[in-house]
């Protein structure tokens, strides 16, 4: 069974660009994760989406980032305009349902300069 | 409200001798809890969980974890360490009880073995 996918891998914007990240999730998996890990720290939740709608974007900051999942399969989760402080890696997960197992990509590197 | 700590940043092991990797949390009620391996530039790769039932999880690489309600605490054993379990481990938590609560993660512990 294939695994969750991202793109890109790395990525390398200057401060106030903005930058999309895309996700595909395991085949048949309900619910989606973005989740933002700052060097030296586990994930953080940013946003769950299961199907097409938002569960949970509390730790979302709304002023900049949004993402979107339509059709509730692919997803895609932008920042405009990004800040020295989006420095991260940028991981995506995918469960069968809510409270299920999550199974992770293998994320995209974020360095703004 | 939940959360995880994983007090040692780093675990140092020669190759061969037990290892343990700890995790202590912190939830109202009953948790659910996993343990994650993170290689260089991989993502996330889940190792095991434990929801109800045998304290003692066993999960994939020979890597198994035991759950303590009276200590709170959910450590990551493997009898004989290899070379290749050198990555970073992941403890979380998830409060079940709160309906869509998110899965809390510690800060991870670096996990070195030594041949």
């Known amino acids: 069974e294939a695994g969750v996918a991202q793109s890109p891998r790395y990525k390398i914007i200057e401060k106030r660009q903005s930058v999309a990240f895309w996700c595909n999730p395991i085949?048949?998996?309900?619910?989606l994760y973005w989740y933002q890990q700052i060097l030296g720290q586990g994930p953080k939740l940013l946003i769950q989406?299961?199907?097409?709608?938002?569960?949970?974007d509390s730790q979302l900051p709304k002023d900049r980032f949004s993402a979107e999942r339509l059709k509730g399969v692919d997803s895609t989760l932008k920042i405009q305009p990004a800040k020295l402080e989006d420095s991260a890696v940028y991981l995506c997960?995918?469960?069968?349902?809510?409270?299920?197992?999550?199974?992770f990509g293998p994320g995209t590197r974020l360095t703004v300069l | 409200a939940q959360s995880v700590a994983q007090p040692e940043d780093q675990v140092n092991v020669a190759e061969g001798n037990p290892l343990t990797v700890k995790c202590t949390y912190s939830?109202?009620?009953?948790?659910?809890l996993f343990w994650y391996v993170q290689y260089p530039n991989r993502g996330l790769q889940f190792l095991l969980k434990?929801?109800?039932?045998?304290?003692l999880v066993k999960g994939s690489y020979g890597f198994e974890a035991e759950f303590n309600k009276s200590q709170t605490s959910f450590h990551l054993k493997k009898p004989s360490a290899l070379v290749s379990d050198s990555a970073l481990y992941f403890c979380?938590?998830?409060?079940?009880?709160?309906?869509?609560?998110?899965?809390?993660f510690g800060k991870g512990t670096r996990l070195s073995v030594i041949a």
């Open positions: 997960a995918s469960s069968l349902s809510r409270g299920s197992t999550q199974y």
């Open positions: 085949s048949g998996h309900a619910t």
């Open positions: 989406f299961q199907n097409n709608g938002v569960v949970d």
């Open positions: 939830v109202s009620g009953n948790p659910y």
């Open positions: 434990y929801i109800t039932g045998d304290n």
């Open positions: 979380a938590v998830r409060d079940p009880r709160e309906g869509n609560t998110p899965l809390v």
